[in-house]
């Protein structure tokens, strides 16, 4: 798993799918407001903020399926 989150290509690769996952959050959460004045900017970079970290770590632990990936061949299932 090292070898593998140890590549530009994997990191290149989680960033891009948590800038998405960030940006599908904040147009979910603004289109709930009905002024621009109404939406809680704090609460939404919160949002955001889990949300990247939430991503990085299942990209890290689940892998991505977009990235070249080799199978782990150190024994360890």
Same mark, same amino acid.
């Given at each position: 798993?090292?070898?593998?989150? %140890?590549? =530009?290509?994997? =990191?290149?690769?989680?960033?891009?799918?948590?800038?998405? #996952?960030?940006?599908?959050?904040?147009?979910? *959460?603004? #289109? #709930? %407001?009905?002024?621009?004045?109404?939406?809680? =900017?704090?609460? /939404?970079? *919160?949002? !955001? @903020?889990? @949300?990247?970290? /939430? *991503?990085?770590?299942? *990209?890290? /632990? @689940?892998?991505?399926?977009? !990235?070249? $990936? $080799?199978?782990? #061949?150190?024994?360890?299932?």
């Amino acid at each position: 798993m090292l070898k593998r989150i %140890c590549t =530009w290509d994997f =990191w290149d690769k989680a960033l891009a799918r948590a800038l998405r #996952t960030v940006l599908q959050g904040f147009v979910g *959460s603004a #289109t #709930t %407001c009905v002024m621009l004045q109404d939406i809680n =900017w704090m609460a /939404i970079g *919160s949002g !955001a @903020a889990v @949300a990247v970290l /939430i *991503s990085l770590a299942n *990209s890290v /632990i @689940a892998g991505l399926p977009e !990235a070249n $990936e $080799e199978p782990d #061949t150190d024994g360890i299932a």
